[in-house]
């Protein structure tokens, strides 16, 4: 194993009724702006619920509306002057990983001495000074329990990441995660949360970190629970025990702990994800199901290992008599089947996209950087024929 920090600063309120909690965190915080997405908050009930229990705390609540899937910067720029109009001193998300993300975006950049856009381009310091809560309603990112945001400016197509493990700036203060308010997730984008978080798994299972044993389990065990759940969930979306499952794989799919264990993993998938989302406007997940299988056949020419092991640890292979070559084949066979038994996209063409710029993908992919990936280090040029591949695929 590589040196590693596990630190995770996030009070996980995790199960049924847990949002009696919430009067209880909102104890010294005087004025708050509750951030949520399109409506489905206010379908459910759970707006009434949330704004029931901020009138009996007796605070001043704000609201921001309207934070869209793959959350826009010109929102986050919205609720950062409420902040600062209104002085608040605890932002509440009440939503899935879009809203959060928009959540941390605003607690960051509304104490921050540069814009909130040179903090995503260029990395510049932020600091925390405004809370963050979250009321978890869609099991995906992990956003919850990481310090990772994720925000669009559409105005240069492009899609950043930033958010640093190691230090208690951007991970939410608490987080209510009640799987019954995830009940209610429609089916496409139930079935993109169980894609996301396998993907973030898979993300860190393929790494090269010696002694991988017990990250390895972990990620195996989670991988082995989401391929069973998948095609339960999707044929049951009400039954609770498989979104509470569900739920508690999403948030530690990706909330530092596989990370320490497996050295950072890859990630490839996901950065090549970002290029096509920033500039298509897709849904994360949808991306994920069409770019890796498409990494997957490349990279596993060049280092089978790691599928060999999810063919027989996780997929349950038979792998009597076969080369290491057919098992990664097998492997990847199997994780087609499972997408399309999702219904997923396995092609760009699912959009309707005939024209696409290659150059500036691979731009928006690398940021700056040389290569991709750690698993197998991928040059420009093989960043360039993977993304095409997603364009020209059936
Ligand atoms: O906007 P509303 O009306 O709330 O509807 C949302 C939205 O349309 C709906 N929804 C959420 N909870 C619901 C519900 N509908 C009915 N009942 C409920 N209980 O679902 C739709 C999608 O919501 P969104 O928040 O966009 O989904 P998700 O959680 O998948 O978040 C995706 C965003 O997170 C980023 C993605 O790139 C994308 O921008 N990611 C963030 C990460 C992180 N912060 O760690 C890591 C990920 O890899 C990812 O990149
Ligand atoms: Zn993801």
Partial sequence: MENFILYNPTKLYFGKNQIQKLKEELKGYNHILLVYGGGSIKKTGLYDQVTDILKEAKVLAYELSGVEPNPKITLVRKGIDLVKKNKVDLILAVGGGSTIDCAKAISIGSVSDYDI?????????????????????????GSEMN??????????????GIGNFDLNVTYPDFSICDPTFTLTVPLNQTINGVIDIISHVLEQYFNQNKNSILGDEIAESI??????????????????????????????????LLRGLTNNGDWSCHGMEHALSAVYDIPHAEGLAIITPIW??????????????????????????????EIAIKAIEYYRNFLSNLHAPTSMKYYNITEFDLDALVEKTLLGKKTLGHYVVLSEEEVKDLLNKCFIGE
Avoid: H, Q
């Avoid at 925390?128 to 009321?135: N, R």
């Fill in 296 to 325: 997957m056949d490349f990279v596993s020419k060049i280092d089978s290992s790691k599928f060999v092991s999810l063919a027989k640890n996780v997929f349950k292979i038979n792998t009597e008599n076969k080369t290491d070559d």
């Fill in 117 to 141: 856009m040179e903090i995503f381009k260029y990395n510049k310091p932020a600091k925390k000074v405004i809370k963050l809560g979250v009321i978890l309603t869609l099991s995906a990112t």
């Fill in 223 to 256: 991988l082995r629970t989401m391929f069973d759940l998948g095609p339960k969930i999707i044929k049951d979306l009400e039954n609770y025990e498989l979104r509470e499952t569900m739920m508690i794989c999403g948030t530690l799919a990706w909330n530092g």
């Fill in 147 to 160: 310090p990772r945001i994720v925000i669009s400016d559409n105005s240069e197509n492009l899609k950043l």
